[in-house]
């Protein structure tokens, strides 16, 4: 029996009854993929997350095509996982978790994502996580993440367990951020992902106080089905006045002001207001080919120095 066949039948054995999620690796060609350097996804679960979101982008263009399910997310059949792994090229860096939480608590049944991270690392293929789950950070993952390859960030919206469970059934925020800490002091490149950053929720004092050494920002933008969402939550989306790819976002001036408020040590801030992202690449983010700001190795760094040398 080939190697495929032994994943597979392990997997099936091990998973509750699911259905497969078949879209599971995708590359973006929308007109924000220029905008971002990471857009070929790996979605080990899909069609649903556990954590529901109401700010939720997936759910957002799912629910109301009946495609999305909070108890039954679909699963990703390791075996073809595998296969698509190969044709990877080796020194890629591909995303995990870029329309569900490839950590969302049915990981703990199925473990897809962890036979993927696997292989990846064989594969020498660099993978961006991101969850709002402190799984990443369990011992029983922790012995697989390859410092040279994984880069992990943990999104929080609030630091108030109370105030957090208003508008996502994620883990509390009191366990994702010892799950940063934890990452942080064992020399992995992670990042909290304030995303969507939301002022009104986030105490900046305590933020900035956590000893967290990398922020990644993402400002909320809203169409019909998050206004809806958050209807119930009296957040004021009037101040969202700038129309852009059929979302409304706060205007430029606004972030700015918020911004100012994070007083991390390194702040990168991903965008999809095109004029947005253009200023934060050029005054604000500090690498600009990246707006993830993920570390890089010395080679990669020498290759950079010699770009901009030639530029």
Not at 54 to 83: H, M, N
Not at 133 to 143: D, F, G, R
Not at 226 to 250: A, C, P, Q, R, V
Not at 288 to 309: F, G, H, S, T, V
Request: contains cysteine.
């Amino acid at each position: 029996m080939n190697n495929n066949a032994n994943i597979s039948n392990n997997h099936s054995q091990n998973q509750p009854e699911t259905k497969e999620y078949k879209g599971f690796y995708k590359t973006i060609n929308s007109n924000h993929a220029s905008m971002c350097k990471y857009p070929t996804r790996l979605d080990t679960y899909g069609c649903g997350c556990a954590h529901n979101c109401k700010y939720c982008y997936a759910r957002a263009q799912l629910d109301f095509r009946k495609l999305w399910s909070t108890d039954a997310p679909r699963v990703a059949d390791i075996g073809k996982i595998e296969k698509t792994i190969q044709k990877i090229p080796p020194g890629s860096i591909i995303r995990l978790g870029g329309m569900t939480d490839c950590f969302q608590p049915l990981e703990l049944q199925c473990k897809v994502t962890r036979e993927t991270i696997k292989l990846l690392n064989a594969r020498k293929v660099g993978y961006l996580i991101v969850t709002k789950s402190p799984i990443v950070s369990y011992p029983y993952y922790l012995e697989i993440l390859d410092p040279d390859l994984a880069h992990i960030q943990i999104s929080v919206t609030c630091l108030d367990n109370a105030e957090s469970r208003r508008y996502e059934y994620a883990p509390p925020p009191d366990q994702r951020i010892p799950a940063i800490l934890t990452l942080q002091k064992k020399g992995f490149d992670v990042a909290i992902r304030l995303s969507p950053l939301l002022e009104e929720f986030m105490d900046f004092d305590k933020l900035n106080n956590l000893g967290i050494e990398k922020c990644i920002v993402e400002f909320l933008r809203y169409n019909g089905w998050i206004k809806e969402w958050f209807s119930d939550m009296s957040y004021d989306l009037d101040k969202y006045t700038l129309h852009s790819g059929n979302y409304l976002h706060l205007p430029l001036e606004e972030k700015l002001r918020i911004i100012s408020k994070v007083k991390i040590h390194s702040v990168s801030v991903c965008e999809k207001v095109p004029d947005h992202y253009y200023y934060w690449q050029k005054q604000f983010n500090p690498n600009p080919a990246d707006c993830c700001n993920l570390r890089i190795n010395p080679q990669q760094k020498e290759e950079m120095e010699q770009q901009k040398q030639g530029n």
